[in-house]
T-cell receptor, first 114, second 118 residues
Framework: DTEVTQTPKHLVMGMTNKKSLKCEQHMGHRAMYWYKQKAKKPPELMFVYSYEKLSINESVPSRFSPECPNSSLLNLHLHALQPEDSALYLC?????????????FGPGTRLTVL | AQKITQTQPGMFVQEKEAVTLDCTYDTSDPSYGLFWYKQPSSGEMIFLIYQGSYDQQNATEGRYSLNFQKARKSANLVISASQLGDSAMYFCAMREGRVTGGGNKLTFGTGTQLKVEL
């Protein structure tokens, strides 16, 4: 089973709203990732959690706040977003073993900021 | 310099024929991993195939095979017997360096949009 789930599938929010994206995996993976993908572009890494600790932050603005409550869950809290933050947000997870670090992605959340 | 280069923005192939999607990479690290992902219009990134830099043989997974030419730094994806459901964007990606305990950053190419025609 290589399933990563993400909720919600679609989200529309205003610039003053606070919302959260949720990601879940039950594959025993110890690394979880958030990516942002604009239309017709490759995904861009935002954050990496390893063993529930933030290990990589790709200089993401503070209006995006990640959280890893446990090894299966990853959240992305959104606050005071801008219209240019509208994108597909992808979550992924992976093992951390040599030859076994393939990242498996969820279906994504399509975010629109009005 | 681009770490991953996909020179074919769009490709067309007839159903049941084979197609090759090009990918070249640039790294000076002897340890790396190369991945191909498929992204249909629905948005999900689907893992297809992996090749490690020390792997002696080309990777294969069903109808997918990876033509790994280390000296040329190329990792082309070959899809045999194309199906209509293969129509999607295809991304080549690389992990530079050994797998670390802190998670691994993937660098993606710009993608190739494949359209399978009847």
């Amino acid at each position: 089973d290589t399933e990563v789930t993400q909720t919600p599938k679609h989200l529309v929010m205003g610039m003053t709203n606070k919302k959260s994206l949720k990601c879940e995996q039950h594959m025993g993976h110890r690394a979880m990732y958030w990516y942002k993908q604009k239309a017709k572009k490759p995904p861009e890494l935002m954050f990496v959690y390893s063993y529930e600790k933030l290990s990589i932050n790709e200089s993401v603005p503070s209006r995006f706040s990640p959280e890893c409550p446990n090894s299966s869950l990853l959240n992305l809290h959104l606050h005071a977003l801008q219209p240019e933050d509208s994108a597909l947000y992808l979550c992924a997870s992976s093992l951390l073993t040599s030859g076994g670090d393939t990242q498996y992605f969820g279906p994504g959340t399509r975010l629109t900021v009005l | 310099a681009q770490k991953i280069t996909q020179t074919q923005p769009g490709m067309f192939v007839q159903e049941k024929e084979a197609v090759t999607l090009d990918c070249t990479y640039d790294t000076s690290d002897p340890s790396y991993g190369l991945f191909w992902y498929k992204q249909p219009s629905s948005g999900e990134m689907i893992f297809l195939i992996y090749q490690g830099s020390y792997d002696q043989q080309n990777a294969t997974e069903g109808r997918y095979s990876l033509n790994f030419q280390k000296a040329r730094k190329s990792a082309n994806l070959v899809i045999s017997a194309s199906q209509l459901g293969d129509s999607a964007m295809y991304f080549c990606a690389m992990r530079e360096g050994r797998v670390t305990g802190g998670g691994n950053k993937l660098t993606f190419g710009t993608g190739t949009q494949l359209k399978v025609e009847l």
